[in-house]
């Protein structure tokens, strides 16, 4: 099943996401090697400088797995993310 995982950055994240990004970059390649990645990126701000939140969905077995999967995201380890959000999603288009 899919699995949105809708994360919102603290106020100020680009240093953070910039020290953290190789690593949170490395699983979600593991995820898209394994053909579970739906899709992936981050929200940009409006004025295009630093980012907002990121959204990730990707094919878990359960919910408990996505949220072990994003519990341990390198961007949360690293305080890039105010909160997170895990919802089911139904992908319909295309």
């Known amino acids: 099943m899919y699995f949105a995982i809708i994360s919102q950055d603290i106020e100020n994240s680009l240093p953070l996401r910039k020290t953290a990004r190789p690593a949170h970059l490395k699983r979600l390649e593991i995820l898209r090697d ?4 739906l899709i992936a990126g981050p929200f940009p701000n409006l004025d295009g400088e630093g980012f907002t939140g990121s959204l990730v969905v990707a094919d878990f077995d ?3 797995d996505a949220k072990t999967w994003a519990d341990a995201d390198p961007y949360v ?3 890039v ?6 919802k089911p999603y139904k992908k319909v288009l295309p």
């Not at 993310?81 to 895990?86: G, N």
């Open 34 to 37: 394994e053909n579970r990645l």
């Open 62 to 64: 359960t919910f408990q």
């Open 77 to 79: 380890s690293a305080g």
């Open 81 to 86: 993310y105010e909160s997170v959000m895990i």
